[in-house]
């Protein structure tokens, strides 16, 4: 039985929705006059000792002692239960959702014969809508609402205000319609950078056949309405994917993101904080270092409005170890420690202490405090691949730079046999890591007094452009060198 949906549903709810769903199945509303309390409170002391021990005939005989047992009288009352904790969920879901509930009493409510109340109850429902952040759920709330008011307009003469209604229902459904089409645009883009593509893929279809006069955008951008405002935006966001170079849509889609962030829902908005990071990460990438600050700035502005944590409430690792990784090439080595010491205990537990260490260990290791860096990698696991080849590749360069060449050579053949035997590791990221040590050992051979050409040789490697991790620390000793 501990299979069965009941229970599952059962188990999955609060000690308060345990009290709550008692006294929805008391009332004879509900229950239509039957006794489930006693079957749901037999259920719940076998929560406590484990449904593993519940069989059907166990259950039967304690609802009823004595009786003889029935399968089917079992089963209807579990079916039953069921039923009633279902509409419980969808009781309790409402009662919490002040929008839903109005746009159910508006159906209701259009159905009837009292117009009044039901004008009266649209222009509630509307107001309660109108004053929500913008979402998809708030636009498409809107739409439904709209879409009643104007059936129900059909219910009677139809007068001028219902041609209207339904000419103004159409802008918003069209601009709804563009907004999630770019939407779908910037996502599809993404996905075909991982080599992911899709046959007959209708959005990027319309989106490629589509041409949008640059003025209508302009409009849509420069009305008062917060979903006009965001398809004009989304429409620079798509285009900074599907034209990455051409930086002003950039900065036309942050102008207008500018103005409305404040009244953006909150998954919403850490969505929008995503697009705009993704692609300053994009251009950093191609050499244009003017977006390293864009970033920075973006950064901040996420930590202010708190919209750096995922869905389950935590810091990401690989977003904590950009903002440090920022906050050391920029030099703001104050507001890189600020940092590790504020939001890393917003870290994912199992990672936490890897990666508070790791960043001190960074930070030392850009002041030139060596030793210090080393210290912070001392016994260090590296529980994920990430981990284990940011601290390899960090103790090589602080046994280079501290002239500890023998631990280097230790480390060199650990890391290598790390490499080979972990297939998890991204062709991408192993490539970079590769293409480091090529070079590193080359620098390596030099130091010690064991080589002759290398550092023509790794000159040359340098040239060729192939992406090596601590590309700039690198170049810098090669320069050294020479």
């Known amino acids: 039985m501990s299979n069965s949906k009941l229970i599952l549903l059962l188990d999955s709810f609060s000690d308060k929705d345990i009290r ?227 930086e002003k849509n950039y900065f036309e889609a942050k102008k207008i993101f500018d103005g409305v962030r404040n009244n953006i829902e909150k998954n919403e908005l850490t969505d929008l904080y995503k697009l705009m990071t993704s692609y300053c990460i994009l251009r950093i990438n191609h050499g244009v270092k003017k977006f390293q600050l864009e970033l920075y700035d973006l950064y901040n502005e996420k930590l202010k409005v708190k919209c750096y944590l995922d869905r389950d409430g935590v810091f990401p690792v690989t977003t904590f170890r950009n903002y440090v990784l920022l906050g050391i090439k920029l030099k703001k080595i104050k507001w890189t420690e600020k940092f590790i010491s504020k939001y890393s205990k917003e870290l994912p537990e199992e990672d936490r202490d890897d990666e508070i260490n790791l960043s001190y260990s960074k930070l030392f290791f850009s002041n030139k405090n060596y030793e210090k860096s080393l210290q912070y990698l001392d016994g260090f696991k590296g529980l994920n691949y990430l981990h284990y080849c940011d601290s390899s590749i960090l103790k090589l360069c602080a046994y280079y730079e501290t002239k500890k060449y023998e631990e280097a050579f230790f480390e060199i053949d650990k890391f290598r046999h790390f490499l080979r035997n972990h297939k998890e590791i991204p062709g991408i990221h192993k490539e970079y890591t590769q293409n480091f040590l090529k070079i590193y050992q080359l620098l390596l051979k030099i130091k010690t007094g064991t080589g002759n050409d290398e550092l023509y040789i790794a000159e040359n490697l340098m040239n060729k452009k192939k992406p090596a991790s601590r590309e700039d620390w690198l170049s810098e000793k090669i320069i050294e060198l020479r």
């Open 20 to 246: 709550e769903f008692k006294k929805f199945i008391s009332s004879k509303f509900f229950s239509k006059g039957r006794n489930y309390l006693s079957v749901f409170n037999q259920l719940l002391k076998f929560k406590k000792k484990g449904y593993y021990k519940l069989t059907p005939q166990i259950l039967y005989s304690k609802i009823y002692p004595g009786k003889k047992f029935s399968l089917q009288t079992l089963n209807n009352r579990i079916s039953e239960l069921f039923k009633l904790a279902e509409e419980y969920l969808i009781y309790k879901t409402l009662k919490e959702n002040k929008t839903e509930k109005n746009k159910i009493l508006l159906t209701a409510y259009s159905n009837g014969r009292s117009e009044k109340l039901f004008e009266m109850q649209l222009k509630k429902s509307k107001g309660i809508i109108e004053s929500l952040p913008e979402s998809d759920n708030k636009q498409l709330s809107m739409l439904y609402i709209e879409n009643l008011r104007i059936d129900h307009s059909k219910k009677h003469k139809i007068s001028e205000s219902t041609f209207n209604r339904y000419f103004t229902y159409s802008r918003y459904m069209a601009t709804v319609f563009l907004k999630n089409l770019f939407t779908f645009g910037i996502e599809f883009i993404q996905q075909e950078q991982t080599n992911r593509r899709y046959e007959s893929n209708y959005a990027m279809e319309i989106l490629d056949r589509m041409k949008l006069d640059e003025d209508f955008i302009k409009d849509l951008g420069e009305t008062n309405s917060g979903l006009y405002k965001i398809t004009a935006m989304m429409y620079y966001f798509y285009n900074i994917f599907k034209f990455p170079d051409t």
